[in-house]
């Protein structure tokens, strides 16, 4: 009989077997590069400019974007959200959403390095002389494997205009910028721990590996977030898996963090280098972006954004035609970056009554619930479905949205229309 490999526990006992069939040298050479024969430069200092040798050919993005499974938005890819119906618990890495500040660098494997320095460590090493770890001393550590979602901050935000007339600015995602993954890796605690974390760290501020971002002509450098060290310490992982494979170049290759729970913001992909400080730190990514702006908050924007709140999506096309006469089982997703969804409710007639929904399967504190719902229409027409969820905290999905001008955690309930011929 096949094992279980939606179990967690089942799924690490099945993956370490597996792993120890084979050298940590022989995987490196499997996945080094991912067959695509570009790299960058593994020496130097952390402060210096990464020698970009390979980027997506093409594009922005290295895989195949057919129209059935992706909306473009120029650097990123949002998931047509009918192409997940019958995929399970996981986002098959096919159909994961892509957010790309440029582009995707290619990057070997073989010379890749995690660099980490700063005054949190013990010996304060400079940006000069790091504290580095090759991708084969990651593969040699205990690994660990989790399930969990990643999202965009800004994920639903072109609501912000179609359902409540609100002019914001970014990426007009409707429901598509989030996927649940299996990731494999080491925990980030293992390796601040080998590299001397001391107690007076404060912050982290990882780096990635993808070229340097220009907004409005501005050169804003590599992509990077703080990220607070109790958060680092409780469950992020610097993961090298997805689904069971080597991450592809779109999703981090050849490291990423996956910051559970977090926006997405926080995952940081292409991992390069980690600056662990004695002080608070700063970036563009936690003062100038991810952070909520306008006529109700502070001028100098909120708090910098952390957890991702409630959201519900039904696994229909936008506009979808369906035929009269017939029962339809309505499928649909809810999640939540503050744990398990508690239950989940649909209506039919564009919010005048509400009934439970189904769910299929236990709900996840990291990932997500699925859930149908049956409906025969009575008659021909236009309609306008709804979906809501409430979570274990009981935050649920309000009537509208409280605006931003970055349109950041659009949480409110989505009107999904339909028409029955």
């Known amino acids: 009989m096949e094992p279980d490999l939606t179990d967690e526990a089942t799924y690490e006992r099945v993956r370490g077997e597996q792993w120890s069939r084979l050298s940590r040298r022989g995987m490196l050479r499997a996945t080094a590069g991912v067959g695509l024969g570009a790299a960058f430069a593994g020496t130097g200092s952390a402060r210096a400019a990464v020698p970009v040798r390979g980027l997506a050919p093409g594009g922005p993005i290295v895989k195949p974007l057919p129209p059935e499974l992706f909306i473009t ?8 959200w009918e192409a997940l119906k019958g995929t399970g618990q996981h986002t098959p890495v096919d159909r994961f959403f892509v957010r790309n500040h440029t582009a995707t660098p290619l990057i070997d494997a ?110 804003l450098g590599r992509v990077r977030r703080p990220l607070p060290v109790a958060k680092a310490l409780k ?72 957890r991702m709140n409630v959201k519900s999506a039904f696994e229909l096309p936008w506009d979808a035609q369906l035929t009269g006469g017939r029962t339809h089982v309505l499928t649909g997703r809810s999640w939540s970056g503050n744990g398990r969804i508690r239950r989940v409710e649909v209506s039919v007639d564009g919010g005048a009554t509400w009934r439970h929904a189904r769910t299929i399967g236990p709900p996840r504190s990291r990932g997500w619930v699925r859930w149908e719902f049956p409906w025969r229409p009575k008659t021909p027409g236009s309609y306008e479905l709804l979906a809501r969820a409430v979570d274990e905290t009981g935050a649920g999905q309000p009537a509208t949205a409280p605006y931003n001008t970055l349109g950041y955690l659009f949480g409110a309930v989505v009107r999904h229309p339909v028409r029955i011929s």
């Open 235 to 306: 469950d992020v992982l610097l993961a090298y898996e997805m689904n069971g494979e080597p991450l592809a170049p779109d999703h981090g290759h050849p490291v990423r963090l996956v910051v559970p729970s977090w926006v997405g913001i926080a995952s940081i992909k292409w991992l390069g280098d980690i600056e662990v400080a004695d002080r608070p730190l700063f970036s563009p990514w936690n003062t100038r972006f991810y952070r909520l702006f306008g006529p109700d908050h502070p001028a100098e924007g909120s708090s910098p954004l952390t």
């Open 110 to 219: 073989r010379t890749w390095r995690l660099k980490l320095w700063g005054g949190g460590l013990r010996g304060a090493p400079d940006p000069d002389h790091p504290i580095e770890f090759s991708y084969e001393d990651l593969l040699g550590l205990r690994a660990e494997t989790v399930t969990a979602s990643i999202e965009c901050t800004g994920n639903g935000r072109s609501f912000y205009t179609s359902q409540q007339g609100q002019q914001v600015s970014g990426t007009p995602w409707k429901l598509g910028a989030v996927g649940v993954a299996r990731w494999r890796g080491v925990p980030l605690s293992t390796v601040l721990a080998r590299a001397g974390l001391t107690r007076r760290a404060v912050d982290l501020l990882p780096r990635g590996l993808d070229p340097e971002y220009v907004d409005k002509g501005e050169n």
């Open 73 to 80: 938005h120029g650097t990123n890819a949002e998931t047509r």
